[in-house]
């Protein structure tokens, strides 16, 4: 987490740790095939439009972004990656290897950060953190993902539930992140994806008569899952937004995704006078699990947000949950490295030495935010 307590004027030490974004990310695998063309004729076909709508979006906040984040005006003018880029240009590959923004214009634009939905009650948060991004490498992936899995659903349920979906699927997502990871900064759209990703595993189980190949269909969907969450035990992955999303959507799914079945739809679209229909439209396991879900959805969400607003750190009351989301190895390690630098101001400028390694510069007070100094202090240190 980046603190925001500006450097004072005389010589002090100042306590500034250096995090890249906690970044959600997921393997962009396409979702399986597992409805077959003669199953699926009898239900309407929708026409996708809101989740490339939602793709457009994301990337355009994104170029927002890195428009407001003027690495040339705000770091090193000849430490920022790909200067001919102007304003543009990214940050320094040591302070983010993505391709992206600083840490402070992602919290600026929204970020995820406990701190201040707890106590600014900035509850908005939780669902802007969605739209953003920590670099091209994230937006790439995410948005490849997005489009490979959100347009066969919105083709199969329509925008209404798909959006729905997307939405409630993020904000539990960083629900869940917000009461395990209460250090950093947070940002991506994997908990939405996640979502869609348990969606489309509950829509399988509870329409499991309609389609073909099911066990295939519904092991090459675990295989894809399973990598996922894999991926997220990695160092500045959020797994705990990709778990949250994942249950959100799993649930979700069993809401939004039930249909009918087939031999009713078939027989309500037969021409035959004489042909019995089915007593009811759904099985009674399909209602049974839409109203377990519904309550285990609305319950979970409101809980959490109760427990996230007085401030309740779930990891005090689950010693080993964190290894949920990062898995120390000897090629890395979970905590966030910790730098130290020393400020002192002479008249217009201000002299930086990192405490660690004895690396010093002096900057323009006039030019120089505490945030900027902070970063400066990052890049000094790294």
């Known amino acids: 987490m980046i603190p925001t307590t500006p450097l004072p004027?005389?010589?002090?030490?100042?306590?500034?740790?250096?995090?890249?974004?906690?970044?959600?990310?997921?393997?962009?695998?396409?979702?399986?095939?597992?409805?077959?063309?003669?199953?699926s004729r009898p239900?309407?076909?929708?026409?996708?439009?809101?989740?490339?709508?939602?793709?457009?979006?994301?990337?355009a906040l994104f170029v927002i972004t890195m428009y407001k984040n003027n690495c040339p005006k705000h770091s090193f003018p000849d430490s920022c990656f790909a200067n001919f880029l102007g304003r543009f240009s990214f940050q320094p590959l040591k302070q983010n290897p993505l391709l992206g923004p600083s840490s402070?214009?992602?919290?600026?634009?929204?970020?995820?950060?406990?701190?201040?939905?707890?106590?600014?009650?900035?509850?908005?948060?939780?669902?802007?953190?969605?739209?953003?991004?920590?670099?091209?490498v994230h937006v790439l992936a995410n948005m490849l993902s997005l489009v490979f899995i959100g347009i066969r659903l919105e083709q199969e349920f329509g925008f209404v539930r798909i959006g729905l979906l997307y939405v409630i699927s993020g904000f539990g997502g960083?629900?869940?992140?917000?009461?395990?990871?209460?250090?950093?900064?947070?940002?991506?759209?994997?908990?939405?994806l996640f979502g869609l990703l348990g969606a489309m595993l509950s829509e399988?189980?509870?329409?499991?008569?309609?389609?073909?190949?099911?066990?295939?269909?519904?092991?090459?969907?675990?295989?894809i899952i399973v990598i996922n969450l894999a991926v997220g035990?990695?160092?500045?992955?959020?797994?705990?937004?990709?778990?949250?999303?994942?249950?959100?959507?799993?649930?979700?799914?069993?809401?939004?995704?039930?249909?009918?079945?087939?031999?009713?739809?078939?027989?309500?679209?037969?021409?035959?006078?004489?042909?019995?229909?089915?007593?009811?439209?759904?099985?009674?396991?399909?209602?049974?699990?839409?109203?377990?879900?519904?309550i285990l959805l609305c319950a979970g969400l409101v809980a959490g947000t109760v427990l996230l607003l007085r401030g309740?750190?779930?990891?005090?009351?689950?010693?080993?949950?964190?290894?949920?989301?990062?898995?120390?190895?000897?090629?890395?390690?979970?905590?966030?490295?910790?730098v130290y630098c020393e400020s002192t101001e002479m008249g217009n400028q201000l002299n930086i030495t990192c405490l660690s390694n004895g690396r010093s510069d002096i900057f323009s007070v006039s030019n120089t935010s505490p945030s900027q100094a902070q970063e400066l202090c990052s890049h000094l240190c790294s």
């Open 312 to 338: 309740v750190d779930l990891n005090d009351h689950c010693s080993w949950c964190h290894y949920l989301s990062c898995v120390p190895t000897s090629k890395w390690s979970c905590k966030p490295q910790e």
């Open 174 to 192: 960083s629900l869940l992140s917000s009461l395990f990871i209460q250090s950093g900064i947070s940002v991506g759209a994997s908990g939405a």
């Open 204 to 223: 399988l189980l509870t329409n499991w008569t309609i389609y073909a190949n099911k066990c295939a269909a519904l092991s090459t969907l675990i295989v």
């Open 9 to 39: 004027s005389s010589s002090t030490h100042v306590d500034i740790k250096d995090q890249l974004p906690r970044r959600s990310n997921i393997v962009s695998i396409p979702p399986p095939n597992h409805g077959g063309d003669s199953h």
């Open 104 to 136: 402070s214009t992602l919290e600026n634009m929204g970020a995820l950060q406990v701190d201040k939905v707890v106590h600014r009650h900035q509850v908005w948060r939780l669902f802007s953190c969605v739209w953003l991004h920590g670099g091209v």
């Open 43 to 59: 239900f309407k076909r929708w026409f996708p439009w809101l989740v490339p709508s939602f793709v457009v979006a994301n990337v």
């Open 233 to 294: 035990i990695l160092p500045h992955m959020d797994n705990f937004a990709h778990i949250g999303g994942f249950i959100s959507g799993f649930l979700l799914g069993f809401v939004f995704l039930i249909r009918p079945q087939y031999k009713w739809v078939s027989q309500r679209n037969s021409s035959s006078r004489y042909v019995s229909r089915p007593n009811s439209k759904h099985k009674p396991i399909q209602y049974v699990l839409w109203v377990i879900s519904f």
